[in-house]
């Protein structure tokens, strides 16, 4: 019989039950495309951030001009206890030169550098380190140095100096000089533009420098810092260091790497650090609100409609009490409506959902994603959330209803 | 046909509905005994429906004593009111209360739902002993009001109540099927052997009935046993 | 994870003490005095049998218990549904034995499967978890006795006790991969089909029969997949709940034909088919129970796999071996297998795992982290202390958190171990409370 009402209900009240269905849809179908997206979106904010380059910086512990590191530790980096989060490094070298190419002299910057160095450490992997690995958004136009006496040059350095791809340079200083091909010209949106870039080994040649670097830029994969990861590891107990030490903060990392590189301060560069933790939160922030935003209007949509129809309906609540329907009756009868409603809703809302979540990683990410399978439930129940959350209000005004006062005789 | 003597179905003392000022229900004594047919009458406004919706647990009495079947509506909870109202009463209201998007075998199962459980077998008998064996599938909308109004009647002795109220039930019908309710009504009371408590404006209704209740502003003015009318050979 | 461990352990039993209360209502002497006897057996065989019998036997034979267990609920079934389900309620000769026995039944088999679930490492601790674990029910004991009279008003149908408890445990079972009795049901269903299939069809001996297009082979491929197993292993799961389920609603309701007023008559249905409803609630209930073993069963990642380390012996040249394939287990399966070496006092875990195309053999244990151990997730073991995910491939190589390896040899007879070795790796690599490294300065 309940079904039987349910069904007369259901299929005589278009206009009502479209509209419902309509908030309905539009909750699940949001919450959905949330969803699917969200898991893709921080696994892809994250790769996208972690280009944004290196998060930690190696530079010589004590303070005097100077000062530099010694290249043969570099390749202990790749065996510290954080190795396999450690996804790249460069070492640089710089020195102050007078410059000169095709008549115009200046002084600047000459770096010497790792562009993609084949790097071979016992016992482990051989990998790929230097400025293109871990500035991956370094823009060439041109070529990336090859041999020995080829170097790119910045691109404002370039400017001043009338330079471009396949032209000359030399750089001189306290009487040695080289001569370097210009292979590329490159843009990276910060102060290395005003620099050249040659070969590592070439670079301490000319500044007498053999085997030193000023300084490592470190790419680690970390975990966002948190309360216990920004304490001081001076004041922890032996138990919390260890546990502060086996974690992939940002700083962990950092005094790994401080460990093998001898006379080294390593020290987080924080921006990139903290921007990755705290913009991924803020996007967990963002992506959970803007769901729970998305479903309490679906709710509220469906409240109203639900109050107008229950306006409309409330000589049927009446007379229901009239013939003796008690609270449970009256709601089971309400309520199963509703809850059909939203059984459909949810399963339309899902197709949408889908839909809408492939649509934005493609225009957005230009990426598929597929979306996994626990979405269709979650749907569902985002449908029943919505649904139940919206007839609270209208449930508990059928309930008041009084049928004395509606049906006057 | 003398009143039938048997137990007392209904039995109000001090009986009173205050509506802030208003006394819709001064304090009424009353008596009626099981199988009666009374009719109420009086002005509009003299607190005929208030007795009513009070006599079948639609409403709550302000003070007074109020027993229905030997049970006090007073101590009843709102569920427990609710379950009275499905078990022993009736009610038949002048618009015809119907579920509109519900053929009329289907409002007449609705009761049997809320009261137990439904039974077509039994809801289409009900329809075809009030005439209306051919409008099974009908909703309201397709019925004549005095068809729907038999719908309502089949629909509130459904459940076999003790009491079957109606609140100027032919209020809306012309004087024919004024008299087909009437009769339909008068050959169920002799079959079913409920109690009948009818309001109305109307004398030739009220002639229907054993007894007739007379109220003014809430008062009982005049209580008066006389012969009932569908008993005359005319 | 332990925590979550215990926590779902007193659940389970603060459902099946409401269940059983509410089932043996009138028997609350026979229903104690069961209860606490089969835990206390349970538990006590539980032990005996881990410390008597070495490897994989313990877990075999509490494993045919449950399936034992789940056989006679298809019995129980059975006899449901030709007798059908009157609540047992209303025949009070139900005897104190039968309650007391069957009470005891039910509790003994948790107290098995409580000992599964306790953790393993120093004895202290497993006796204290165990401990804990005990006052912890006897408190839940209090409490749900307390609360059973304020229940909704549900009925036991007859069958329903025992469907209702041996699902809990069966659930119990389902979180512990060597334990679980559905995926281990989908894989003989798999294997009967298959094998079936291919008879039949190597009878009509003819691969391109004319009647046999391209697509009906597709169906018929069909039979061969995973989802075969899994859907089969589900069917036959479910039989037992069904069918008292739907042995409840085939019950046939008392005649009211006598009584003469339809109202009247219909009251009396309504009443009976309240009655049947709730009858109806512990078969269902069952029946989400085990849906819910179910899917743990083919979730198991929701857990770590992380199986209870097998006790090996070194023999007298100071060597273990791990022979490669050995009845159900085999090295080469891609997970993790634990062992447990013990020489004195001192006790060595070390697992081996058959990764990226070989095998490899490490120490349950990292060299910075306090040895808390490794479990298995797809692709990855975590190290439990620090949670770091660790890929496959890496396991076996030395370094930062991961497993510190051990030298071994493979050849024929299986992996060779070197006794004296694998203890010197774990007192001088793995860290315990007073050796730490650099000393929070
Ligand atoms: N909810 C209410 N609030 C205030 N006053 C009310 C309410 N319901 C009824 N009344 C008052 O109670 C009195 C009795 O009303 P009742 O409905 O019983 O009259 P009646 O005799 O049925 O009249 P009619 O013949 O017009 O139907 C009236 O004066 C009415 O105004
Ligand atoms: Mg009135």
């Known amino acids: 019989m309940l079904l039987r009402v349910l069904k007369s209900s259901l299929l005589n009240r278009p206009k009502a039950i479209v509209l419902l269905l309509l908030s309905i849809t539009m909750g699940a179908a949001v919450a959905t495309a949330f969803l699917g997206i969200y898991g893709e979106i921080s696994h892809k904010m994250a790769l996208e951030l972690r280009s944004y380059g290196a998060n930690i910086l190696v530079e010589p512990a004590a303070a005097e001009d100077g000062a530099d590191l010694d290249e043969a530790d570099l390749k202990k980096i790749k065996t510290v206890f954080w190795k396999y989060n450690i996804t790249g490094f460069a070492p640089y070298l710089f020195g102050i030169v007078d410059l000169e190419a095709g008549g115009k002299k200046a002084r600047g910057v000459v770096t010497g550098t790792w562009f993609g160095k084949e790097l071979e450490v016992e016992g482990e992997e051989p990998s790929i380190q230097g400025v293109r690995v871990i500035a991956p958004w370094w823009d060439v136009a041109g070529q990336w140095p090859q041999a020995a006496d080829e170097a790119i040059v910045g691109v404002s350095l370039a400017r001043r100096l009338g330079l471009k791809a396949g032209s000359e340079i030399v750089a001189g200083k306290n009487g040695r000089s080289r001569r370097f091909k210009i292979s590329g010209v490159v843009t990276t949106g910060g102060y290395e533009e005003e620099q050249l870039f040659a070969p590592l080994p070439t670079v301490q040649g000319l500044l007498a420098k053999e085997g030193r670097i000023s300084r490592v830029l470190v790419s680690a994969l970390t975990v966002p810092m948190d309360d216990f990861g920004s304490r001081d590891p001076a004041t922890m107990t032996k138990l919390e260091y260890e546990k502060w030490y086996c974690t992939a903060y940002v700083t962990s990392v950092a005094k790994n790497v401080e460990e093998v590189v001898a006379g080294s301060r390593a020290k987080p560069i924080w921006q990139i650090a903290s921007a990755e933790g705290s913009l991924l939160k803020k996007f967990n922030m963002v992506m959970i609100l803007l769901t729970s935003l998305a479903l309490a209007a679906s709710a509220i949509a469906v409240s109203t409609s639900l109050m107008a129809s229950m306006a409309e309906r409330q000589h049927e609540v009446a007379l229901m009490k009239t013939l003796g329907a008690d609270r449970l009756q009256v709601v089971t009868i309400f309520f199963g409506e509703i809850l059909i409603i939203s059984l459909i809703g949810g399963v339309l809302g899902y197709l949408l959902g889908d839909q809408l979540a492939e649509l934005v990683s493609r225009i957005v990410f230009s990426s598929k994603i597929k979306s996994p399978f626990w979405l269709f439930p979650t749907a569902i129940l985002a449908a029943f959330a919505v649904a139940a959350a919206g007839s609270v209000v209208p449930l508990r005004r059928a309930l008041l209803i009084k049928p004395v006062q509606v049906l006057k005789g | ?234 | 994870m332990i925590l979550a461990r215990g926590v779902t352990m007193l659940l389970v039993w603060a459902i099946l003490v409401m269940g059983l209360a509410r089932a043996y209502a009138g028997e609350k002497a026979a229903l104690t005095a069961g209860c606490a006897a089969g835990l206390v057996a349970g538990t006590i065989f539980g032990f005996f049998l881990f410390a008597a019998v070495p490897g994989e036997i313990p877990f075999f034979i509490i494993k045919s218990a449950l399936a034992a267990a789940f056989i006679s609920l298809f019995i129980v079934a059975a006899i449901v549904w030709y007798r059908g389900t009157a609540a047992e309620g209303d025949r009070p000769s139900v005897r104190h034995a039968v309650v007391a026995i069957t009470v005891f039944l039910f509790a003994a088999g948790y107290g098995l499967l409580l000992v599964c679930r306790l953790p393993y490492g120093t004895d202290n601790s497993q006796f204290m978890a165990l401990l804990l674990i005990l006052l912890a029910m006897l408190g839940l004991w209090m409490i749900v006795y307390r609360l059973e009279p304020l229940l909704p008003n549900i009925g036991m149908a007859k069958g329903g006790t025992s469907l209702f408890a041996v699902s809990l445990l069966l659930f119990i079972a389902s979180l512990s991969p060597r334990l679980d009795l559905f995926s281990p049901l989908s894989m003989k269903v798999m294997k009967l089909i298959h094998d079936f299939v291919h008879q039949f069809f190597e009878s009509m001996l003819i691969p391109d029969h004319p009647f046999f297009r391209t697509d009906i082979w597709n169906y018929i491929g069909l039979l061969f997949s995973n989802g075969v197993g899994f859907w089969g292993g589900l069917a036959i799961w479910f039989i037992p709940t069904t069918g008292v389920t739907l042995a409840t609603f085939r019950e046939p309701l008392p005649s009211v034909a006598h009584v003469r007023q339809a109202a009247v008559r219909r009251k009396l249905i309504a009443a009976q088919l309240r009655e049947r409803r709730r009858r109806l609630f512990f078969p269902l209930f069952a029946g989400l129970v085990m849906a819910a073993a179910a899917f743990n069963s083919s979730h198991p990642s929701v857990e770590y796999w992380d199986p209870k380390p097998l006790a090996v012996k070194a023999d007298s040249a100071g060597e273990i071996v791990l022979p490669v394939k050995d009845g159900d287990v085999d090295l080469k399966d891609g997970k993790l297998h634990k062992y447990l070496y013990q020489k004195g006092a001192q006790k060595v875990r070390f697992f081996a795992l058959y990764r990226s195309g070989e095998l490899t053999v490490v120490l349950d244990a990292c060299s910075i982290c306090q040895p808390d151990g490794y479990g298995q997730n797809e692709g990855t073991v975590i190290c439990y202390y620090c949670k770091t995910l660790i890929p496959l491939e890496t396991v076996g190589k030395p370094g930062g958190c991961n497993p510190i390896p051990v030298p071994f040899a493979v050849d024929g007879s299986g992996v060779h171990l070197s006794a004296e070795m694998l203890v010197n790796t774990w007192v001088a690599q793995v860290q315990s409370e007073k050796k730490l490294p650099g000393g929070g300065k």
Request: overall charge negative.
């Open chain 2, 1 to 234: 046909m003398p009143v039938e003597s048997g137990t007392c179905i209904i039995e109000t003392a001090g009986l009173t509905k205050r509506y802030g000022d208003i006394c819709a229900l001064a304090p009424l004594d009353l008596q009626v005994s099981e199988g009666e047919w009374l009719t109420v009458m009086g002005h509009s406004g003299s607190g005929k429906s208030t007795l009513l919706n009070l006599l079948g647990g639609l409403d709550r009495p302000t003070a007074g004593r109020l027993l229905v079947g030997g049970e006090d509506l007073l101590a009843f909870s709102e569920d427990h009111l609710a379950r009275f109202r499905r078990e022993a009463v009736g009610i038949i209201f002048q618009q015809h209360h119907l579920i509109p998007y519900l053929t009329a075998l289907e409002n007449v199962m609705m009761a049997q739902y809320f009261h137990s459980v439904p039974d077509q077998a039994e809801a289409r008998q009900a329809l075809e002993r009030v005439g209306l064996g051919k409008r099974l599938a009908n909703r309201p909308g397709e019925l004549s009001g005095g068809e729907q109004q038999r719908v309502c009647i089949a629909r509130a002795i459904i459940n076999s109540p003790k009491l079957l109220l109606g609140d100027e039930l032919t209020g809306n019908l012309d004087h024919k099927s004024t008299r087909l309710v009437m009769e339909l009504l008068k050959e169920l009371h002799e079959e079913e052997h409920f109690t009948l408590v009818l309001v109305t404006h109307n004398q030739e209704v009220a002639g229907w009935g054993g007894r007739t209740l007379f109220m003014d502003d809430g008062k009982l003015v005049k209580d008066l046993r006389h012969e009932r009318k569908g008993d005359d050979p005319s």
